[in-house]
């Protein structure tokens, strides 16, 4: 049986949280599928809002406080990614932007990850197409193609089998599907480790350099 | 094993009075606080290079000539000197100049510089900042030990017949570290030359200073210069003391609060968990710095940063009498009591000399342009 990692990120800042409510049904739906297709799942789920001013101090110190450390190892070294934001003011918010900041360059490239966003209004929506996609193709990262966007109504009109309920489905099909494609993680990058020798790097020295 | 103190050179308000000095001030701050660390007994001075305010020391050699002559047996380097924008060829000529007038008293660390807008300034691309160091370096290092030099790279012009003057003192080039916080690229550059490798230490995790050292020893035996726990290491340290832990504390947070680099971010206290930094007492700055041995093996060199953020120049020279009267002589004691035999000290012009069999005068005269020969005595 093959051992997944999923970690999912919720920036859901109030407590309850919908956002953290769409993540962890995501999360539900996405170990499901992939248990049904023979994998073994572990879960990670990440609030960010208990690492708000470890974020912050990261940005300005240049270094993850340990605790921080061991989240941004989980998310960099899972099998797939669940990354879900509120929408403020048309984007993500900017706890989740920060969070992603913050992570080594390249450290999400060819990941798996499914993005949904909640709101106060469906109108929301396609800040899910606009904003939140756009980062993560920035990243390298492989979003599955359907993004799940709550709004208000979904909670409320008694839909438990409507159509956010579908959504979720699929998209947790979606993001199966690209993880199984893969071979197992084997964790997060090393970013002291060494990549090339001496005399290597002496006769690349007239090479362009890669930015 | 070899202590002393290194400065960026910052010009910064002192968040308790709100004066900011002159650049004139600071300059003649960061002589006096050379010439304190010879006093109290400290073995090194190294000053940073900077090309933009609010720094002042962007001419180094000018400064430690400065400092040379007002010194018996300071040894003056560098934290760092720009290997990536410097030209090579100045860098082995001001070097050996300054070799010479200070009676070989001198090493260097070179850097990258992680300031984008510096690099254009200077005709180059941060971006490339990784092989200017590596062929810059390998020029540098070809000047001070080949006569005279054909050269062709991309970053700078070719040279043909090219001698840098003067020759470094005895024949025996300055001993160079290479300073570098998270690119193992560096550490394989140090190790491939033999070179020192010096982490800066103090504004990261001890983590990151464990990986980058333990990649260099590995390297620098690989490359066949000694075992890995000979290889030439030094470290940066930070610390604020006074003999009551707590008074330190007190007179270092608003300082700590407002620093360039790491203020208004972490609290003090996350800080002093999370690196390096120790505010406190003399005796809790030697049990820390006693446990960095613990995580990088015996080391040949400590350096600590003791002016920044504003600190007035007195308390720095407080600071120094300190470190000088109460730390490190017992730092000394105790490292020396821990390192074994097999472990060298970190490497001087004498001891650069006597591994070379002696000290050679290594001028080269000038061929003369009517006869074609050279003069009487001459070396070639």
Same mark, same amino acid.
């Given at each position: ?211 | ?157 070719? &040279?043909?017949? +090219? !001698? ?6 005895? *024949?025996? $080039?300055?001993? /160079? ?90 609290? &003090?206290?996350? +800080? !002093? ?6 505010? *406190?007492? $003399?005796?809790? /700055? ?95």
């Amino acid at each position: 049986m093959t051992r997944r990692t999923l970690a999912v990120v919720s920036a859901g800042l109030s407590q309850p949280s919908s956002t953290r409510l769409l993540a962890d049904q995501l999360a539900a739906a996405a170990r499901d599928e992939l248990v049904r297709r023979g994998s073994e799942v572990e879960l990670r789920v990440v609030d960010l809002r208990e690492y708000a001013h470890d974020v912050v101090n990261n940005m300005l110190t240049g270094f993850p406080p340990a605790a921080l450390r061991e989240v941004v190892d989980a998310v960099t070294g899972a099998d797939g990614l669940i990354a879900v934001t509120p929408i403020f003011s048309a984007s993500y918010n900017g706890l989740f932007k920060s969070f992603f900041d913050v992570l080594d360059a390249g450290s999400l490239v060819d990941r798996p990850v499914l993005i949904g966003a909640t709101g106060g209004t469906a109108r929301h929506s396609l800040a899910l197409e606009h904003a939140v996609r756009p980062m993560f193709a920035y990243l390298r990262a492989v979003v599955v193609p359907t993004a799940v966007f709550a709004a208000p109504e979904d909670w409320s009109d008694g839909t438990a089998d409507g159509a956010l309920r579908g959504r979720i489905r699929r998209a947790a099909g979606e993001l199966a599907d690209q993880v199984e494609r893969r071979p197992p993680a084997s964790g997060p990058a090393d970013p002291f480790a060494l990549t090339t020798d001496f005399l290597q790097m002496l006769g690349r020295s007239d090479d362009t350099p890669v930015s | 094993m070899q202590f002393g103190v290194f400065t960026v050179g910052d010009v910064t308000v002192d968040p308790t009075t709100g004066r900011e000095p002159t650049e004139h001030e600071r300059i003649k701050a960061m002589v006096a606080i050379a010439l304190k660390a010879e006093e109290v007994g400290l073995d090194v001075f190294a000053t940073g290079e900077h090309h933009n305010p609010p720094f002042v020391p962007s001419s180094p050699t000018t400064m430690l000539g400065y400092v040379a002559a007002r010194t018996e047996r300071l040894l003056l380097s560098t934290a760092t000197t720009l290997i990536t924008t410097n030209d090579p060829v100045k860098i082995a000529e001001d070097y050996a100049m300054l070799q010479h007038l200070s009676g070989g008293r001198v090493d260097l660390m070179m850097g990258r510089g992680n300031t984008g807008p510096v690099y254009p300034w200077f005709g180059k691309d941060i971006r490339a900042g990784i092989p200017l160091a590596i062929e810059n370096y390998d020029l540098l290092h070809r000047l001070w030990r080949e006569d005279v030099v054909d050269w062709k790279g991309k970053y700078r012009t070719p &040279l043909q017949s +090219f !001698t840098s003057t003067p020759r470094p003192l005895d *024949g025996v $080039p300055p001993f /160079v570290w290479h300073g570098s916080i998270r690119s193992p690229e560096i550490a394989e550059q140090a190790a491939y030359y033999g070179d020192g490798f010096f982490a800066n230490h103090i504004f990261w995790p001890k983590e990151h200073t464990q990986r980058m050292i333990a990649l260099y020893r590995q390297r620098y035996a690989h490359y066949g210069h000694g075992s890995a726990d000979q290889a030439i290491v030094g470290l940066g340290g930070q610390v604020f003391m006074r003999r009551n832990s707590q008074d330190a504390v007190r007179e270092f947070r608003p300082y700590f609060d407002n620093a360039p680099v790491y203020g208004h971010g972490p609290s &003090l206290e996350e +800080f !002093t968990r999370e690196t390096p930094l120790t505010v *406190g007492s $003399p005796q809790q /700055v030697i049990d820390r710095t006693l446990g960095f041995r613990e995580y990088v093996g015996d080391y040949q060199r400590q350096l600590f940063l003791m002016d920044h953020a504003g600190l007035p120049l007195k308390t720095v020279l407080e600071q120094l009498d300190l470190l000088g009267e109460e730390v490190v002589p017992v730092l000394r004691k105790e490292f020396a009591a821990l390192r074994p035999a097999h472990v060298p000290e970190a490497p001087t012009h004498a001891s650069l000399v006597a591994a070379a069999g002696g000290g050679t005068d290594s001028t080269v005269h000038a061929v003369d342009d009517v006869t074609g020969k050279a003069p009487e005595g001459a070396t070639r």
